[in-house]
């Protein structure tokens, strides 16, 4: 089994910026994807970013104010979000597509998500 955790929601003035990041942890043999999403109130859950081999993806809607990074010897994800808007708010949830050492196999996992509040 394998778990993400998260950190660094809270609340920002419009214009601020959060980091938030996910480690992962637990019988991991490997990482292959690792990316947010996020689910405003009233909204389905949607992907912000997502990062694998090296490759990046955005949404439209992040793209330019968003950066996802990832520490892979720290098996931890980054998102470096600026010029937050009230429309970023959300809560962000981890993902990773993780191969465990125990049984070789591909899982997918979530983290249990952080909540970001921006203000206007």
């Known amino acids: 089994q394998a778990q993400l955790v998260e950190s660094g929601g809270g609340l920002v003035q419009a214009g601020g910026s959060l980091r938030l990041s996910c480690e992962a942890s637990?019988?991991?043999?490997?990482?292959?994807?690792m990316g947010w999403y996020r689910q405003a109130p009233g909204k389905q859950r949607e992907l912000v970013a997502i990062?694998?081999?090296?490759?990046?993806n955005y949404a439209i809607s992040v793209k330019g104010r968003f950066t996802i990074s990832r520490d892979n010897a720290k098996n931890t994800v980054y998102l470096q979000m600026n010029s937050l808007k009230p429309e970023d708010t959300a809560v962000y949830y981890c993902?990773?597509?993780?191969?465990?050492?125990?049984?070789?196999?591909?899982?997918?996992?979530w983290g249990k998500g952080t909540l970001v509040t921006v203000s206007p």
């Open positions: 993902n990773a597509v993780i191969t465990l050492s125990t049984t070789m196999t591909r899982v997918t996992y």
């Open positions: 637990g019988s991991i043999f490997s990482i292959n994807t």
């Open positions: 990062t694998s081999g090296g490759s990046t």
